[in-house]
């Protein structure tokens, strides 16, 4: 079994930062890929940012040059930097993680998200 912890979700006004984190743990071979998605309410999930295992990354337009993935040490953490955040930001961010599992197979997980509100 993979599980997959997303944390650091909150509450804040507009122009903050926060960072999100992303745990997998488990019986895991290696991660291929990370992903980021959010959703709004109302509104479909959509993607947010990736980075793959040779550390490239990928971001929607909403967020570029401001929002950033990292995994530090090609470990089975990763985070999402997320400054100058707008109401926009608002939503459920949820992380997913892709590899293979130490014993056989691949997985697929995703966490169980964690809320992000940006508000006046």
């Known amino acids: 079994q993979v599980q997959v912890v997303e944390s650091g979700g909150g509450l804040l006004q507009p122009g903050g930062s926060l960072r999100l984190s992303c745990a997998a743990s488990?019986?895991?071979?290696?991660?291929?890929?990370i992903r980021w998605d959010r959703q709004a309410p109302g509104k479909a999930r959509e993607l947010v940012a990736t980075?793959?295992?040779?550390?490239?990354?990928n971001y929607a337009d909403s967020v570029k040059a401001r929002f950033t993935i990292s995994r530090p040490d090609a470990k089975n953490t990763a985070y999402l930097q997320m400054d100058s955040l707008k109401p926009e930001d608002t939503g459920v961010y949820y992380c997913?993680?892709?590899?293979?599992?130490?014993?056989?197979?691949?997985?697929?997980?995703w966490g169980q998200g964690t809320q992000v509100t940006v508000s006046s």
């Open positions: 980075i793959t295992s040779g550390g490239s990354s």
């Open positions: 997913n993680v892709y590899g293979r599992r130490a014993v056989y197979g691949s997985f697929d997980q």
């Open positions: 488990g019986s895991i071979l290696n991660i291929n890929a």
